[in-house]
């Protein structure tokens, strides 16, 4: 069929420039797009730093067809997110049509979230990320925090209170 | 999609219409829980079956929002493949509580039924729902495990297993041609394969139970309609009626 996958779920600004092809330009762009859609929750976090994005498949016509992660399947924020994936690929030139599927493999996990996401995810909206059984640290100070309920403001995540300045930390987990 | 039998099709709608709707009871309770984690816990989880009924209703119809409310509200009684358990209404905290986890511990059994499913979305989606239903099994194991040890709780929590037992043995009720749905690998045995497991987990969490003297309610199948399904339907299909096109 032509189209070409792409599994990355960081930006590609280190790659080479010289004697890129068209479809590697459009793809690029395509990647951009997506990376510029901010999650509803936490504005400023890229869906894509959180490891929503899966694929980008590109065909000769320009037809772009996107694969996301979904958190959690019931997630309500999927139709928000998938439309605002549509119009930011659809904007990009080169682009004819865009489709957003909701992919049910692989399953989305914290592990998924890159590193400068956690960061601010810490220092911007005082919520950590639970990676194994390990107590998730307190955004503030550091000391583990302890977990006060299972299921907090959204379906990623619960609550915690830091157990040494007893700050309340939102912890997202898998 | 519509390569699926006609036997699949009705084992995957009886688990779909069993999700939607334990969804949808679970979400009534959104602002009147006795208090906020439990408001907050049955939102999420209320949330994550909707979700699953979401994805069953999709392999069955395809990804399209108005094929899959078509399916999900505007099926006539006799269409539904519920069982009564997830169709009555409960008023009592308590009830409520025991049904949670008798239907959680059950859906985890059910989940695995699917997970070697020779239709691959099934099998993929099974992986998802088991691992979002350890959080289920937690949060009602933890609230159990606090209140069995109070004298009035613990009372309160077997008079409602004892009322709610003979419908949860209906969730097992086969759907119309399991035994195809079997042979086609599409799940991996009926759902009364996995009623043992889950009276050991009730034996488990409740005490001993004397099963052989609890029958199954035969009016709690799939194939009638609990006296609480009509006026719930119009509850939850209350938006739709007003504008069939509305989106949140």
């Known amino acids: 069929m032509g189209a070409r996958r792409t599994r990355r779920t960081r930006p590609l600004a280190g790659e080479p420039d010289n004697g890129v092809s068209r479809h590697q330009e459009l793809e690029l762009a395509v990647h951009q797009a997506v990376a510029s859609v901010d999650d509803p929750e936490y504005p400023g976090v890229s869906i894509v730093d959180l490891g929503l994005l899966e694929a980008i498949e590109i065909d000769e016509s320009g037809a772009v067809a996107i694969g996301l992660v979904p958190t959690f399947s019931g997630c309500p924020a999927l139709a928000v997110i998938a439309a605002d994936v549509s119009q930011a690929v659809d904007a990009v030139e080169g682009v004819r049509t865009t489709s957003v599927t909701w992919l049910t493999s692989p399953a989305w996990t914290v592990e998924r979230i890159s590193h400068d996401a956690r960061q601010q995810l810490a220092s911007e909206f005082t919520v950590a990320v639970e990676i194994g059984r390990r107590a998730p640290s307190c955004p503030r100070c550091g000391a583990p925090t302890v977990e006060q309920s299972l299921f907090g403001p959204s379906r990623c995540r619960s609550v915690h209170r830091c157990s040494s300045c007893h700050e309340t930390v939102e912890v997202m987990r898998s | ?248």
């Open chain 2, 1 to 248: 999609m519509s390569d699926l039998s006609p036997a699949a099709r009705e084992v995957i709608l009886a688990f779909a219409d069993d999700e939607h709707l334990m969804g949808q009871q679970h979400t009534e309770w959104i602002g009147v829980a006795p208090f906020l984690e439990e408001d907050l816990a049955f939102a999420s989880i209320g949330q994550d079956e909707l979700g699953h009924a979401a994805l069953l209703f999709e392999v069955l119809v395809g990804g399209d929002d108005a094929a899959i409310d078509a399916i999900a509200f505007f099926r006539d009684a006799d269409e539904w493949r519920s069982c009564a358990l997830v169709e009555c209404t409960l008023e009592d905290w308590g009830d409520t509580l025991v049904r949670h986890w008798l239907y959680d511990s059950a859906e985890e059994l059910r989940w695995q039924l699917f997970a070697g499913s020779s239709v691959q979305a099934l099998a993929d989606i099974a992986v998802r729902a088991e691992s979002e239903e350890r959080f289920h099994r937690r949060h009602g194991d933890a609230l159990l495990d606090a209140l069995l040890t109070v004298d009035d709780a613990a009372g309160r929590l077997q008079t409602a297993l004892g009322r709610l037992l003979p419908m949860a043995l209906a969730m097992f009720d086969g759907a119309a041609g399991e035994a195809d749905a079997v042979s086609e690998g599409v799940i991996s045995g009926p759902f009364a394969s996995c009623a043992d497991a889950w009276k050991q987990r009730v034996d488990d969490r409740f005490g001993a139970q004397d099963w052989a003297s609890i029958d199954a309610d035969p009016s709690a199948g799939r194939t009638t309609r609990h006296a609480d399904f009509a006026p719930m339907l119009d509850r939850i299909r209350e938006v739709l009626d007003l504008d069939r096109s509305a989106v949140w």
